[in-house]
């Protein structure tokens, strides 16, 4: 991000709502959710995605937050998204299926910690998931996201066996 869209950001991120009444301005409020960005679909995505793997895991642990954290890390990465994604393919809607491919084509920066492959479909999934949330299709949302967290551990699970 460079100084200007910084400065953008604070002088309008935090505005009142036209009528005064203190609530923040919803620029997306009018904009159909198929409509949306999918770079901005996978950004609410993957933060969707990062909680919820981070709230199953206190079902197996409440005092180890570095252990935790170095869980819910490995199973949000885009190599374990990517193995998630591939798993679940099959029961997808022909519109989800859509959903993911636009994430997928959508130009992004690749680290180096995954495959060109691996972090496009992982940005499918998480745009995904953002299309489930912000469309408020929420049990849907849940299947997906356990269904993930399902096949993530279990392959984690064999990885650590294997070692």
Same mark, same amino acid.
């Not at 969707?48 to 642990?61: G, K, S």
């Given at each position: 991000m460079n100084f200007e869209h910084f400065k953008f950001l604070i002088a309008n991120a935090f505005?009142?709502?036209?009528?005064?009444?203190? !609530? /923040?301005p919803a620029k997306y409020d009018s904009i159909p959710v198929e409509r949306l960005n999918p770079l901005v679909l996978a950004y609410v995505g993957d933060a969707?995605? !990062? /909680?919820?793997?981070?709230?199953?895991?206190?079902?197996?642990?409440q005092n180890k937050v570095r252990v935790l954290h170095s869980f819910d890390a490995k199973m949000v990465s885009a190599v374990m998204q990517a193995y998630a994604y591939r798993s679940i393919e099959p029961i997808l809607s022909d519109e989800e299926l859509s959903v993911v491919r636009r994430g997928r084509n959508a130009k992004v920066n690749v680290p180096k910690s995954a495959t060109i492959a691996e972090y496009r479909c992982s940005t499918g999934f998480e745009a995904l998931l953002g299309y489930l949330y912000l469309g408020e299709k929420f049990d849907r949302l849940s299947e997906i996201a356990e269904n993930a967290f399902v096949v993530i551990s279990r392959e984690m699970t064999n990885t650590a066996k294997k070692i």
């Open positions: 505005k009142q709502g036209a009528e005064g009444d203190g !609530a /923040l969707y995605f !990062a /909680l919820y793997v981070r709230t199953r895991l206190l079902a197996y642990e």
